[in-house]
């Protein structure tokens, strides 16, 4: 598209543009921005990500992003174990733990059941959910999945997946809007509907 | 202010959010993204960056951002070296590139003169714009500063500088809106004043 007139710079607004929501004159700035720090500083940046991608880890336990084998929430002796929140990514677990309203621990689906994007069960982490359910200790499972079609599939799925277990289901209550991102709720809306989480029945509502 | 659960995220989520415009919040989003990404392309990613910052030179012609000593452009024997566009980033050399319209070649002066940001002329390349025109060769310099009235203060300040020599001086036409960023005209717009330049007389108007 432009033609710059370095080889090098081409190449590092390609690199920028690549990432969402950042177009070819955003990169340019960001890269021009770079371009005026010490190199100290831009290396830095630039090992920061590198590291970040080839050292992070999934916490064995819940599948947030860790850089132990077990990340720092589950490792809490001072959080509650007995409650596990469902949500479907990082950012969800980094939004819940922002309302500083939940003390119990989390379980990273990956994503929610979606077949128009080709997503089944299978392909997200219920089944080590059910198995940290049937090893015993946890005593309720909330479901904090985005309020869609897709995330009520999913409570669902694992409703009856869970069915018979001795454990107590709830659900987010619904003072998030229908069809947000979670992640983006304020945190008083979100820590309410923590607050005021319902039992789960099996309905989608 | 926000606390994740790995040192390594926190981290990169830190760098992101040092550049202009991207908040914590569309950092997360765009490390995350990164996080999807097969390990080879973000460790390009990351080298692209820290490559070019290491390596990205500054064309001794023309102080444009060059692969080499001197710059693509200067280097191009079509272009007609008697006319000098006067710009003051690499930002506004790619703009004036994209309309397609201008031949010549251009002096990136490194900024404006500005009391108020403690910029006087010795910080920027004005010196050698003097002396390419007093080599010779340069029949016409094109100010193409930002319309504001640092950009006027520096366009009267060379002029000043280089009258008596034997080069004729114009200004881009008023065509671009006063106060605006000079990159962020329109094709059409910013080639037409190209086309429009008008005789510089040292009046601010």
Same mark, same amino acid.
């Given at each position: 598209?432009?033609?710059?007139?370095? &080889?090098?710079?081409? %190449?590092?607004?390609?690199?920028?543009?690549?990432?969402?929501?950042?177009?070819? !004159?955003?990169?340019? %700035?960001?890269?021009?921005?770079l371009?005026?720090?010490?190199?100290?500083?831009?290396?830095?940046?630039?090992? @920061?990500?590198a590291?970040?991608?080839?050292?992070? !880890?999934?916490?064995?336990?819940?599948?947030?992003?860790?850089?132990?084998?077990?990340? *720092?929430?589950?490792?809490?002796s001072?959080?509650?174990?007995?409650? #596990?929140?469902?949500?479907?990514? &990082?950012?969800?677990?980094?939004?819940?733990?922002?309302?500083?309203?939940? %003390?119990?621990?989390?379980?990273?689906?990956?994503? #929610?059941?979606?077949?128009?994007?080709?997503?089944?069960?299978?392909d997200? *982490?219920?089944?080590?959910?059910?198995?940290? &359910?049937?090893?015993?200790? #946890?005593?309720?499972?909330?479901?904090?999945?985005?309020?869609?079609?897709?995330?009520?599939?999913?409570?669902?799925?694992?409703?009856?997946?869970? @069915?018979?277990? *001795?454990?107590?289901?709830?659900?987010?209550? %619904?003072?998030?809007? #229908?069809?947000?991102?979670?992640?983006?709720?304020?945190?008083?809306?979100?820590?309410?509907?923590?607050?005021?989480?319902?039992?789960?029945?099996?309905?989608?509502?």
């Amino acid at each position: 598209m432009q033609q710059y007139s370095s &080889v090098l710079l081409e %190449r590092a607004v390609g690199e920028f543009a690549k990432l969402p929501g950042i177009g070819r !004159k955003t990169a340019l %700035r960001l890269v021009l921005h770079l371009l005026r720090q010490p190199l100290p500083e831009v290396e830095t940046f630039a090992d @920061a990500i590198a590291l970040l991608r080839r050292d992070i !880890k999934y916490c064995k336990v819940c599948h947030n992003i860790s850089d132990s084998e077990v990340c *720092e929430i589950c490792s809490q002796s001072s959080r509650d174990a007995s409650m #596990v929140c469902v949500v479907e990514t &990082v950012r969800d677990v980094i939004a819940i733990e922002n309302t500083s309203l939940y %003390r119990g621990l989390y379980h990273v689906l990956g994503g #929610v059941i979606s077949p128009m994007d080709g997503i089944g069960p299978g392909d997200l *982490e219920i089944d080590s959910l059910v198995e940290r &359910v049937c090893t015993g200790g #946890v005593k309720e499972v909330i479901f904090a999945l985005s309020p869609t079609m897709e995330g009520d599939t999913t409570n669902f799925y694992i409703y009856r997946k869970l @069915a018979g277990m *001795e454990v107590s289901m709830s659900v987010l209550s %619904r003072g998030i809007s #229908v069809g947000d991102e979670l992640e983006y709720a304020d945190e008083v809306t979100l820590g309410r509907s923590l607050m005021n989480r319902t039992p789960f029945t099996g309905k989608t509502y």
